[in-house]
């Protein structure tokens, strides 16, 4: 039996999806750059229908034509050195997948080169750790469609699936499926921190215990809260430390890691000049915990205001703070959507942001009840500028707007960092402000570097002799 797909690259998350192509019924051929991880992953598979390969020729001959070859590697050197070991033994009209966290832009310049030499590229965005890719991530393709209508048997079937529906979608051309997995990343960085935001008020202002907490977190993923990472926090939560017999939260270190998605997404926006301070801010706060060292220096020396011994109303200001984080939610979620906005007017794409938000119903790190909402959002107005304009989150955050206020002044007043629902109290209040004091800092501009200035009563670009 020939083999129908390919799979290089045996980690944890090649291996995963390899098995889950397995098991949905494709002849999956499978190479790894080092062979110990093939064999483990011979060794632990017996019986599944694949093929392993030890020679990258042997492992090419064996697919059928058009090859379908699927990259799980290492986002930057690992994907060009790979396509290059490749590119002797492939024949036109021959596919590779980058299933990777590649940069959107190494995408595009990868398809360009591979485009030339006939071969069709895909980036495929793929979000879910390896729970996901084994039983069904959201998958985010890039590409030319006519290449991807080729593979979307395969990724339509693997794919998770909600109400029969697959989370996999074609996004548009070149890049446009990596960028969408690089924003994903961004709001996943932001929901994370708001979480965190969140749980800090309720342990460190109200004095909960953690397994009381856990029951919060559990109560609130019930309702429009519902979300995957509402789910693990509470699991997370109840867990002990089998060392210590501690609550396991209790002894990680408070480092934080990243691998650049993040990064990536702030730098997109600001270069293509969209708001994105929470996920910004988000990033900000990993790096700030990266400082442990300079932190418990800072502890011994730095003041802060005395906690207030006075006894909050435990129903009334656990409300105000799911009301907090649900906002804070929204507005990461709109920074994110707004960024693809931009993005397909920038690129000339165009991103299908209703069926985005379905893809993320199921498989992904941010899957959440309400991206249903934020579907229906673009379905009825599909040229919708900012979804806080829409007419169901307009009136969610007029209503969970005080809320939110009362939770980051409470931490303020408190000496509690919330980076993220401070910048999404920012957000909100600086959207919906129809005269700013944007124009002092243009008059500022045009005084010491004579930028100029536009008024607001007449047409016409203006300079003052200050």
Not at 43 to 60: L, P
Request: glycine share 8%; aromatic share 10%.
């Amino acid at each position: 039996m020939i083999n129908t797909i390919g799979v290089i690259g045996l980690g944890v998350m090649g291996s995963n999806i390899a098995l889950n192509m397995a098991n949905k019924g494709e002849q999956v051929a499978v190479y790894n750059y080092t062979r110990d991880l093939t064999d483990l992953f011979v060794k632990n598979n017996e019986g599944k229908s694949f093929r392993a390969y030890y020679d990258i020729h042997e492992f090419v001959q064996s697919l059928e034509a058009p090859r379908k070859i699927f990259l799980m590697v290492t986002a930057g050197k690992a994907i060009d050195s790979v396509i290059n070991l490749l590119l002797p033994h492939l024949e036109a009209n021959d596919i590779i997948m980058d299933g990777g966290n590649s940069h959107f832009l190494d995408t595009e310049r990868r398809y360009d080169e591979l485009k030339a030499k006939g071969i069709g590229y895909l980036g495929i965005g793929i979000s879910g750790g390896e729970v996901g890719a084994l039983n069904g991530p959201s998958i985010m393709p890039g590409g030319d469609q006519e290449v991807y209508e080729k593979v979307a048997p395969i990724f339509t079937k693997i794919a998770a699936q909600v109400e029969q529906d697959p989370c996999c979608v074609y996004l548009g051309p070149k890049g446009a499926g990596h960028f969408v997995k690089m924003v994903h990343n961004g709001i996943e960085y932001a929901d994370m921190q708001l979480i965190t935001e969140a749980y800090t008020f309720l342990r460190n202002r109200l004095n909960l215990s953690i397994l009381e907490i856990a029951d919060i977190f559990d109560e609130w993923n019930q309702g429009e809260l519902k979300s995957y990472l509402i789910e693990i926090t509470t699991e997370i939560l109840r867990k002990k430390d089998e060392i210590t017999g501690l609550p396991l939260i209790d002894v990680i270190l408070d480092k934080t890691g990243q691998k650049g998605t993040g990064k990536w997404t702030s730098i997109q926006a600001i270069d293509n000049g969209v708001p994105a301070s929470i996920i910004t801010e988000s990033l900000f706060a990993r790096y700030l915990s990266s400082l442990k060292e300079e932190r418990i220096v800072a502890a011994d020396i730095l003041a802060g205001p005395e906690m207030e011994q006075v006894a909050l109303d435990r129903s009334t200001w656990i409300e105000n703070v799911r009301q907090a984080l649900y906002l804070g939610k929204i507005c990461a979620y709109t920074q994110g959507f707004s960024q693809y906005k931009t993005a397909a007017e920038t690129y000339g794409w165009d991103l299908p942001l209703q069926d985005i938000a379905l893809i993320f119903r199921g498989g992904c790190i941010i899957r959440a009840e309400f991206l249903n909402t934020i579907s229906e959002c673009y379905q009825k107005d599909p040229q919708l500028v900012n979804l806080l304009l829409s007419p169901y989150f307009s009136e969610k955050v007029k209503e969970y707007q005080p809320g939110l206020r009362k939770v980051v002044c409470e931490g303020i007043v408190n000496g509690i960092s919330f980076p993220c629902l401070s910048a999404s109290l920012a957000y909100y209040d600086s959207y919906r402000t129809g005269n700013s004091n944007a124009s002092l800092v243009q008059a500022q501009r045009d005084y010491f570097g004579a930028h100029t200035y536009e008024r607001n009563d007449r047409p016409g670009t203006f300079h003052t002799n200050w």
